[in-house]
Nanobody, 122 residues
Framework: QVQLVESGGGLVQAGGSLRLSCAAS????????KGWFRQAPGKEREFVAA????????YYGDPVKGRFTISTDNAKNTAYLQMNSLKPEDTAVYYC???????????????WGQGTQVTVSS
């Protein structure tokens, strides 16, 4: 079992930045691929970013490429999502998750956090 708790969400103006954190407890965090997803009202949950076990490789959804950066600190059992140049369309609940194998499909991820709200005003 892995327990994940997100933090760092909030209200920000367009063009601003936020940094989300995902703190993990339970089984070895370093043995999982870490990822972030988001879900806006009335929409399906979508892939945002993922990072490999070692942190050497990262993957991004097209809407966030060049603006968001995923990172991980395995010693602290924490993953991060730095979000810059935020747009109103980034408004959503953001979830962190872990999986054994990189995938952009929600069904392939094993454990999820409860989510943190990000609201970007225009």
């Amino acid at each position: 079992q892995v327990q994940l708790v997100e933090s760092g969400g909030g209200l920000v103006q367009a063009g601003g930045s936020l940094r989300l954190s995902c703190a993990a407890s339970g089984r070895s965090f370093s043995t999982y691929v870490k990822g972030w997803f988001r879900q806006a009202p009335g929409k399906e949950r979508e892939f945002v970013a993922a990072i490999s076990l070692s942190g050497a490789r990262s993957y991004y959804g097209d809407p966030v490429k060049g603006r968001f950066t995923i990172s991980t600190d395995n010693a602290k059992n924490t993953a991060y999502l730095q979000m810059n140049s935020l747009k109103p369309e980034d408004t959503a609940v953001y979830y962190c998750a872990v999986t054994r194998y990189q995938s952009r499909s929600t069904k392939d991820w094993d454990y999820w956090g409860q989510g943190t709200q990000v609201t970007v005003s225009s």
